[in-house]
Structure formats: structure tokens, C-alpha cells
């Protein structure tokens, strides 16, 4: 069992950052990779940033150059500075785990329920 909590949503003007950060609890897990997608309403879910355990970061377009993902591999959390917010960049941002159970090298996929961000003046 293998759960994600995000946190640090908000609401911000135009220009200004955010921080979110994803915590990863239960036991019997190791992380594959961790990372951050978004949606909009009408909009499809999209990736904004992932970081493989060992791979190369890689980050949505429209995000390159403002946001950055980090891990604190210790206590299995992922964060998301956002700077430079644009309006556009409004959505519910999920946390994102791919995991490996312990003793299998099968891979599970598991959600954070979501938290708010809303950029507006």
C-alpha cells in the first residue's frame, strides 16, 4: 500500500511561485520515478515534470525554464517550484509514483488525490 499526498496549492498572482510538495507513505515500496502532471477542466491531463530514480529529469514545454523538480530521496518526497505563474498555468497538479513493490519488479502506478493552483490577479 502506497500512498501520495500533495500539498502547497494556493492561489498567486501572475509572476509569482509556488511550492508544492508530494509526500510518498506505506512500506514495502521503492520509487521508480516521481513526478508532477496537471489538468485543467476540459483540458487533458499533461505532464509537467518527472525525475527517474537514476534518469534524466524531463519537463513539459510549456514549463521548461520556470518550473524545477527536486527529491528528497530520504523522505520519500518530490517537490515543484513553480516561478514566473502565468494564468495558464491554472490547474489541479497531481503527484505522480512509479513504484516497485517489494520483492517484485513488477511496476505499480499510483495518484495523489490533487491540489489547487490557481493563478490569478
Known amino acids: 500500500q502506497v500512498q501520495l499526498v500533495e500539498s502547497g496549492g494556493g492561489l498567486v498572482q501572475p509572476g509569482g511561485s509556488l511550492r508544492l510538495s508530494c509526500a510518498a507513505s506505506g512500506s514495502g515500496f521503492s520509487i521508480n520515478a516521481m513526478g508532477w502532471y496537471r489538468q485543467a477542466p476540459g483540458k487533458e491531463r499533461e505532464l509537467v515534470a518527472v525525475?527517474?530514480?537514476?534518469?534524466?529529469?524531463k519537463y513539459g514545454d510549456s514549463v521548461k525554464g520556470r518550473f524545477t523538480i527536486s527529491r528528497d530521496n530520504a523522505k520519500n518526497t518530490v517537490n515543484l517550484q513553480m516561478n514566473s505563474l502565468k494564468p495558464e498555468d491554472t490547474a489541479v497538479y497531481y503527484c505522480?509514483?512509479?513504484?516497485?513493490?517489494?520483492?517484485?519488479?513488477?511496476?505499480?502506478?499510483?495518484w495523489g488525490q490533487g491540489t489547487q493552483v490557481t493563478v490569478s490577479s
Open positions: 525525475m527517474p530514480s537514476g534518469g534524466t529529469t
Open positions: 505522480h509514483g512509479n513504484m516497485f513493490l517489494s520483492g517484485s519488479t513488477t511496476k505499480f502506478l499510483y
